[in-house]
């Protein structure tokens, strides 16, 4: 009698374990640290003032493992959940706006941005970041005429040193970024700006007294953003169940800088320069997702 009562609480233990088997079996495995989300809103003056030259992107990446479904991203009422808006890649899902979703969306001042996976909904606001004034290279108000290919000029070896105003309000921080090119007697040559600058400073050192030795030009953008300023250890300004960050840029036409350096040097180099920048600014979620801060 003892043995059979054994036997049938162990067969009840059994029943019990494998039926919660299958029970978990069917629920979505949720990562213990949860999904990553970095989402990325850029736009340009042509967007806001040249409705005839829209210019507006929004990207982000989700991170987990394993990958969850993706359901859809949100931006104010707007819902995106086609096929056409995500990719799978190695390790993340990648999302974004069609040109066509881009060209019909309007943005105001703030925009509401989710994301939403079988993992669960990430969520936050994010406003425009306000735009910068007065842009000085090494003290001389920077010439936007529209006859000069070059808004500052500056001899061999001088330093270069860019400074702005803010207005009424400030971005979070600003992101410099551009390249020195030149030809250093043998070959061409590039040399990287790359920055990050928190709002509380008013002016930045590109390159040293000395540094600028050879004719050629600088071409460099000052790019204000809102959203925690990349570094390691940046806070989360999205919630929900998981954790995120949502970032904001805007580009205005006159942060887009040329400083012929000597003599300068030839434009189909300037040109190849030119598209590097762009590449650059394009490569800032990718930067960012993958933790190379500074």
């Not at 993340?92 to 909904?121: K, M, R, W």
Request: hydrophobic share 35%; glycine share 6%.
């Amino acid at each position: 009698m003892k043995n059979t009562l054994l036997i049938i609480i162990a067969l009840i233990i059994t029943a019990i374990y494998f039926s919660g088997c299958k029970l978990d079996s069917t629920r979505t495995i949720v990562p213990e640290d949860g999904q990553r989300v970095v989402a990325y809103i850029m736009e340009s003056d042509r967007y806001l003032f040249k409705q005839s030259n829209y210019r507006l992107k929004v990207e982000g990446m989700v991170i987990a493992s394993p990958l969850p479904r993706f359901d859809h991203f949100k931006i104010d009422q707007s819902i995106y959940n086609s096929a056409a808006n995500y990719s799978l890649k190695p390790g993340y899902i990648h999302f974004y706006l069609t040109p066509q979703q881009a060209s019909d969306i309007h943005l105001y001042n703030s925009a509401y941005f989710e994301v939403s996976t079988d993992f669960g909904h990430i969520f936050g606001n994010q406003s425009r970041p306000p735009l910068i004034s007065d842009i000085k290279i090494n003290g001389t108000e920077a010439d936007y005429s529209p006859l000069n290919i070059h808004n500052a000029q500056i001899v061999l070896s001088d330093k270069l040193e860019v400074s702005w105003d803010y207005n009424d309000e400030k971005p979070d921080f600003l992101w410099i970024y551009g390249y020195y090119s030149y030809h250093d007697g043998f070959t061409d040559r590039v040399m990287k700006i790359d920055e990050y600058v928190r709002s509380s400073v008013s002016s930045f050192r590109l390159f040293n007294t000395g540094v600028l030795q050879w004719d050629g030009r600088v071409n460099f953008n000052i790019e204000p953003y809102n959203g925690p300023i990349p570094t390691n250890g940046s806070a989360s300004n999205m919630s929900g169940d998981g954790h995120g960050t949502l970032y904001w840029s805007h580009l205005p036409d006159y942060c887009e800088l040329e400083v012929k350096v000597g003599s300068g040097y030839f434009k189909s180099q300037s040109d190849r320069v030119k598209e590097k920048i762009g590449l650059m600014r394009n490569s800032f979620l990718e930067n960012i997702i993958m933790g190379e801060f500074k």
